[in-house]
Nanobody, 127 residues
């Protein structure tokens, strides 16, 4: 059974930093994509950063490029999201997601392309 557990959310002032962690159990780090999505009240869930497990491919939303960094620790089956220079508009619930094992296809940008989700962690940035 796949389980994704996020941690590291919280409240910070604008310009601050947070690091989110997503510990995956029952999910092989074998080349599939994992992602960080976020959803603010009244808005659609959007992909923030995507990484290919056991690979180097990454994707960032334009709004976070240069400020956020996604990384992985294969030994710990954990994906991270380092968020620097945070802005009030980064306020949202952040979710870790993983696509189905063995899926072959293009970079999955839509939340519908992910099979597994964490419970979410709140990030609040005050001005």
């Amino acid at each position: 059974q796949v389980q994704l557990v996020e941690s590291g959310g919280g409240s910070v002032q604008a310009g601050g930093s947070l690091r989110l962690s997503c510990a995956a159990s029952g999910y092989p780090f074998s080349g599939n994509y994992m992602a960080w999505f976020r959803q603010a009240p009244g808005q659609e869930r959007e992909a923030v950063a995507i990484i290919r497990t056991r690979g180097s491919a990454t994707y960032y939303a334009v709004s976070v490029k240069g400020r956020f960094t996604v990384s992985q620790d294969n030994a710990k089956n954990t994906v991270y999201l380092q968020m620097n220079s945070l802005k009030p508009e980064d306020t949202a619930i952040y979710y870790c997601a993983a696509e189905a094992e063995g899926r072959v296809g293009s970079l999955p940008l839509s939340p519908y392309e992910y099979n597994y989700w964490g419970q979410g962690t709140q990030v609040t940035v005050s001005s």
